[in-house]
């Protein structure tokens, strides 16, 4: 299909990614499938990263008792938007990322070898890379359907003593997960900044 104007989609595929989506915190029970979030994903893995790292790794937090594990380590605010989601994402960054560069990287040798003694460097890598990633799988999300209510108010030193202590990932933040109620919100989409309020160009 070919489509005028600068977008190489049509405007309701435009829509559901960008202009008519929410940040959503009013959901309804419809559950939110396994497959749903593979499909997400699916999407998100393509997004770019440094040297292909991939770092974004994913708990979600489906059980009541799980909800009631993650929303003790949400800030006041944000306590009843977990309890209240059919599904909670806590998205986490892998320092531990180069473990698998020698199959996700393999054009360049030795790098994994490189990057093992960086302790730092790595933190630093799989943080800018995850963040980027997250942004991918929001709007992964919505392609699939499902709407998506990202939030970083929480003890995040908390969250990793809790959930993953043993893999040494670092939770970024939580997207509450499902099918939008309404419009999800009670509040009216703000203003953006336009292209020329943001840009300079040379």
Known sequence: MIHPGPLAVGDDVADRLFRTAR?????????????????????AKFGP?????????????????ACERLA??????????????????VLAAD??????????????????????PAVEAREAMARK??????????????????????????????????????TGWKSLLVVNVGHAEGEGTSYPRGPRLSFEQVTEVL
């Open 129 to 166: 890379s995850a963040l980027i990633q997250a942004g991918y799988l929001i709007v992964g999300l919505r392609a699939a359907g499902l709407a998506a209510g990202p939030m970083d108010g929480m003890d995040f030193d908390g969250a990793d003593a809790e959930f993953f202590g043993e």
């Open 95 to 116: 320092p531990a990322f180069h473990e698998h560069l020698d199959y996700l990287f393999p054009a360049v040798s030795g790098v994994k070898e490189q990057l093992a």
């Open 23 to 43: 940040t959503t915190s009013q959901f309804t029970d419809e559950p939110v499938t396994d497959e749903q979030l593979e499909a997400a994903w699916g999407l």
């Open 72 to 89: 003790a380590h949400m800030n006041d605010g944000n306590k009843d938007r977990v309890l209240g989601a059919p599904v909670s994402l």
């Open 49 to 65: 990263t440094a040297m292909n790292t991939l770092p974004l790794r994913v708990l979600v937090v489906r059980s009541a008792e």
